[in-house]
Nanobody, 116 residues
Framework: QVQLVESGGGLVQPGGSLRLSCAAS????????MGWYRQAPGNQREWVAS???????NYADSVKGRFTISKDNAKNTVHLQMNSLKPEDTAVYYC??????????WGQGTQVTVSA
């Protein structure tokens, strides 16, 4: 199971921006997908964005046009640039990695709070 280290969460005002990063420990492994889920208090976990093998990118409708997922191949790191943040974006954000074989890996979670 690959270790994922997240960073970049924090407190931001509505309309502001944050950039999350997720670094994988085993860069030599291929993967089917990497991306992000989030979970707000009292809510179910919801998928946010992903990069699928072949670099196909997918976004949840709720973040289209505001969030951008990208990948740094040299560091095997995935980023989530979050712009025009809204209070409803407040959640714990979890990075995930689906390997070609084996278990899905999860990051530890990083808190994003959007509040005035």
């Amino acid at each position: 199971q690959v270790q994922l280290v997240e960073s970049g969460g924090g407190l931001v005002q509505p309309g502001g921006s944050l950039r999350l990063s997720c670094a994988a420990s085993e860069s030599v492994l291929s993967f089917l997908a990497m991306g992000w889920y989030r979970q707000a208090p009292g809510n179910q976990r919801e998928w946010v964005a992903s990069i699928v093998r072949g670099d196909k990118i997918n976004y949840a409708d709720s973040v289209k046009g505001r969030f951008t997922i990208s990948k740094d191949n040299a560091k095997n790191t995935v980023h989530l640039q979050m712009n025009s943040l809204k209070p409803e974006d407040t959640a714990v954000y979890y990075c995930f990695r689906d390997p070609t074989l084996g278990l899905r890996s999860w990051g530890q979670g990083t808190q994003v709070t959007v509040s005035a």
